[in-house]
């Protein structure tokens, strides 16, 4: 997964925000039936998370993933994405198309 530019500053902003010390990336699949392939992100308090796995490293921001979708996470980018005019931004998770 590539981890693109800005996303560890956003990380620890929205973080901070949240009255995260020492924020975590969870990396896992939304849960769908319907839909195996879809990628949900979710920020949390650094700690050991039951069925993920370590996947990287950055500036102290820890990127756990769940085993099941590794393989489209290997294959991605996370980004921030602007939206709203430019005054909201999110994190996104973004499949490379083949």
């Given at each position: 997964m590539r981890v693109g530019k800005g996303v560890i500053a956003f990380i620890?902003?929205?973080a901070a925000r949240a009255s995260i010390k020492k924020p975590m990336v969870l990396v896992m699949d939304c849960g769908c039936m319907l839909n195996q392939?879809?990628?949900e992100i979710d920020l949390k308090e650094?700690?050991?998370e039951p069925g993920f796995e370590r996947y990287l490293e950055r500036e102290?921001?820890?990127f756990l993933v769940s085993p099941k979708?590794?393989?489209i996470v290997d294959q991605g980018s996370l980004e921030v994405?602007?939206?709203g005019?430019?005054?909201f931004r999110k994190l996104e998770f973004l499949p490379i198309i083949k």
């Open positions: 620890i902003a929205e392939e879809s990628v650094d700690r050991d102290g921001v820890r979708i590794r393989h994405v602007v939206y005019g430019g005054r």
